[in-house]
């Protein structure tokens, strides 16, 4: 198999869609891997590391989506890159494409299959792929929010841990998945004041267990939620529905009754968020300002951090990789779990959640 690796081009994106580890592993497998020039240089890898793992080095994007039958990365598409994508092409990357409708066109009439790193699920409901980027964004949405409560960053002026004799932070997280977990233990080891809302009573129960006192779980409903966000100093979403669009469970009305200053990091965004009328914002420019709350809103948060994500990536993605560049197309019907992974085959949408989410047409995938 030839297996192409362009160079991410999403604002201020450094992850890479492979380590030398990942490339050695395929190249020994007796596959060619193409990687264009100077693509891991965000994650402080060299092309000379890529070659010494048995890389080729290209110059352009084109020319690796021209020889390449297995294009890896890590963010969507853009248009510069939907443009060269073909019949043959088996793309690997996350997509989400339940927030944006116009890639999910686009990706239809080039007639590559594309497969979504998001949903590919285990037996059990896990998401296997999903998962490291969602232990290193929800660690990250306690280190962000706590700067921008900052005042000098807008903020409302108020630490997380407090101090001896003056109050904590409040913290609202909502959903108790991978993302909610890893913000509480963050927030927790800070000192904050955490509640984390749920709608699954198993996961509250577990993270009960879990954290052993040192943070309240509370049972999702609006209601609740409501009286919640408007005492919080920082809210974390961190709901998911599978495929589809995020609920928006903080609408106007609730926006205006928050207190002024106070912080929320939309980490559902890349699935459309959890805030009414907010839109994905840049790294460069990571926050929407709405009634005096600052709304973070960055789709790829682990971009920020590629020296750590680009290899909890590839640590993840690489037995999926193997199996695909083994077997080619063939490894989908041949395993459940990059089954469900498959979003786009043959021109049409095959995953039931993203067509729904989407209003299109959805067509059952033929194994
Ligand atoms: N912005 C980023 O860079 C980034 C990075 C990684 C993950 N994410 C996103 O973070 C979100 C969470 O991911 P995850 O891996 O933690 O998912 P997860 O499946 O592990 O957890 C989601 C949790 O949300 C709960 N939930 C669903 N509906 C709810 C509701 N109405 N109220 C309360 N809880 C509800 C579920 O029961 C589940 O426990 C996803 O949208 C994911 O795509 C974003």
Do not use: W
Not at 32 to 50: H, L, N, P, R, W
Not at 216 to 223: A, G, P, R
Not at 323 to 331: F, I, R
Request: proline share 4%.
């Amino acid at each position: 198999m030839k297996i192409g690796i362009p160079k991410e081009i999403l604002d201020q994106e450094f992850r890479v869609a492979l380590t030398p580890a990942g490339v050695y592993a395929l190249t020994s497998h007796g596959h060619e891997v193409y990687v264009q020039k100077f693509a891991g240089t965000g994650s402080s890898i060299s092309d000379a590391d890529f070659i010494k793992a048995g890389a080729v080095i290209l110059e352009s994007t084109q020319e690796i989506f021209d020889i390449s039958n297995l294009i890896l990365k890590v963010k969507q598409p853009l248009d510069t890159e939907c443009k060269y994508l073909k019949p043959s092409h088996i793309l690997f990357t996350y997509l989400h494409l339940a927030a944006d409708k116009k890639l999910a066109q686009d990706l239809c009439k080039s007639k590559a299959t594309c497969i979504a790193y998001e949903t590919i699920e285990l037996s059990n409901g896990a998401l296997p792929l999903l998962t490291p980027m969602s232990e290193i964004a929800g660690r990250m949405s306690v280190q962000i929010g706590a700067h921008h409560l900052e005042k000098y960053f807008g903020g409302r002026g108020i630490m997380l841990g407090g101090v001896p004799g003056v109050e904590p932070a409040n913290v609202v997280i909502i959903g108790g998945g991978t993302v909610g977990i890893n913000a509480a233990r963050m927030a927790v080891g800070l000192g904050a004041n955490v509640v984390i809302l749920d709608n699954n009573l198993n996961r509250l129960r577990t993270l009960d267990e879990y954290f052993t006192g040192r943070l309240h779980t509370v049972y999702s409903t609006q209601h609740k939620l409501a009286e919640l966000v408007s005492q919080a100093d920082l809210v974390i979403t961190a709901v998911l529905l599978t495929g589809a669009k995020a609920p928006k469970l903080i609408n106007s009305e609730l926006l205006a009754n928050m207190k002024s200053g106070a912080v929320i990091v939309d980490v559902a965004i890349d699935q459309g968020g959890c805030v009414e009328n907010v839109k994905p914002t840049k790294h460069s420019e990571p926050v929407m300002k709405i009634n005096n709350i600052n709304v973070y809103a960055v789709p790829n948060i682990p971009g920020a951090v590629p020296v750590t994500s680009t290899y909890a990536l590839t640590n993840a993605t690489l037995p999926y990789v193997i199996k695909l560049a083994n077997n080619g197309y063939n490894a989908v019907t041949q395993d459940l779990s990059l089954l469900k992974g498959v979003n786009v085959h043959s021109g049409m949408i095959v995953h039931k959640a993203v067509a729904e989410a989407l209003e299109m047409q959805f067509s059952t995938l033929k194994v």
